[in-house]
Nanobody, 127 residues
Framework: QVQLVESGGGLVQAGGSLRLSCAASGRIFSRYTMAWFRQAPGKEREFVAAISWRDGSTDYAVSVRGRFGISRENAKNTVYLQMNSLKPEDTAVYFC????????????????????WGQGTQVTVSS
């Protein structure tokens, strides 16, 4: 069983930065894939970024590529999402997710692929 706890959300002005953290309890094995999703009010949950725990390979949604960076710290069982050049449209609840499977491609952009989810952290970007 894996439990995920997000932190680091808050209110920031457009153009600013935030770093989200996702701490995993229980051992995250190298075969896991970790990801961030987000859900804005009245919208569907959408993929943001994913990272392979094994080799650190990453994938990003087009909307955040070049502005966001996902990384992991194995010793702390923690995944980060560094968000730069934030825009009002980035406002959403951000969720951390874990899948007990090697990253293989675009299937990991789908929420149904993930077995474990955090409770979410609110990010609000003011204009």
């Amino acid at each position: 069983q894996v439990q995920l706890v997000e932190s680091g959300g808050g209110l920031v002005q457009a153009g600013g930065s935030l770093r989200l953290s996702c701490a995993a309890s229980g051992r995250i094995f190298s075969r896991y894939t970790m990801a961030w999703f987000r859900q804005a009010p009245g919208k569907e949950r959408e993929f943001v970024a994913a990272i392979s725990w094994r080799d650190g390979s990453t994938d990003y949604a087009v909307s955040v590529r070049g502005r966001f960076g996902i990384s992991r710290e194995n010793a702390k069982n923690t995944v980060y999402l560094q968000m730069n050049s934030l825009k009002p449209e980035d406002t959403a609840v951000y969720f951390c997710a874990a899948a007990p499977a090697f990253y293989t491609g675009t299937a990991f952009r789908t929420g149904a692929t993930y077995d474990y989810w955090g409770q979410g952290t609110q990010v609000t970007v003011s204009s």
